[in-house]
């Protein structure tokens, strides 16, 4: 949804305000409007400020940045992260932490538990994308639905840990 301005060809987007940091729960102090050119706005730029109120960003902002859906926590993120609309975030319990320190948004990760019924490791998923980093344990990823469902399902009865795959 477009919010034109008077001044034509300009579209009133939001900014970010200040310095935002990835996993911060985004206020109205954190962000304000400003008329861009339309040519110079990205898809999935944010024209309502009251849409982004209270949602997680994935990676940081710098002052002056536009506001986008892919930069936030979400159905946007996941797809633009995957490639497919049919996909989730989950949030992974790592039970190898020393892994987390290497991760960065937006690297490709597979996903392993540490013990199948034989006590072998065994692959879950390959190629899941780094959302954020939560904290020394735990990592959002995002996932097709299916391997996403497979991955949360079995989080629940087997310890899981990330190889990083490029």
């Known amino acids: 949804m477009e919010s034109l301005t008077p001044r034509s060809g300009h579209i009133r987007v939001v900014i970010s305000a200040k310095s935002i940091a990835a996993g911060a729960s985004v206020t109205e102090q954190d962000v304000a409007f400003k008329d861009i050119p339309r040519d110079l706005v990205p898809g999935g730029a944010v024209t309502d400020i009251a849409a982004v109120r209270g949602r997680t ?4 902002m710098s002052p002056g940045e536009i506001l986008t859906e892919q930069r936030m926590v979400g159905p946007s993120l996941a797809k633009s992260l995957t490639g497919t609309s049919e996909s989730k975030i989950i949030a992974i319990t790592l039970t190898d932490v020393g892994i987390v320190s ?8 597979d996903i392993v538990s540490t013990a199948d019924e034989r006590g072998m490791a065994a ?5 899941a994308r780094v959302v954020n980093i939560v904290d020394d344990e735990v ?3 995002a996932l097709p639905t299916g391997a996403a469902e497979v991955v949360a399902a079995t989080s629940l009865t087997s310890p899981l840990t990330l190889l990083l795959s490029g």
């Open 139 to 141: 990592v959002l990823v």
């Open 102 to 109: 290497a991760l960065r948004t937006g690297d490709s990760v």
């Open 57 to 60: 960003l994935a990676t940081g």
């Open 123 to 127: 692959p879950l998923a390959h190629g």
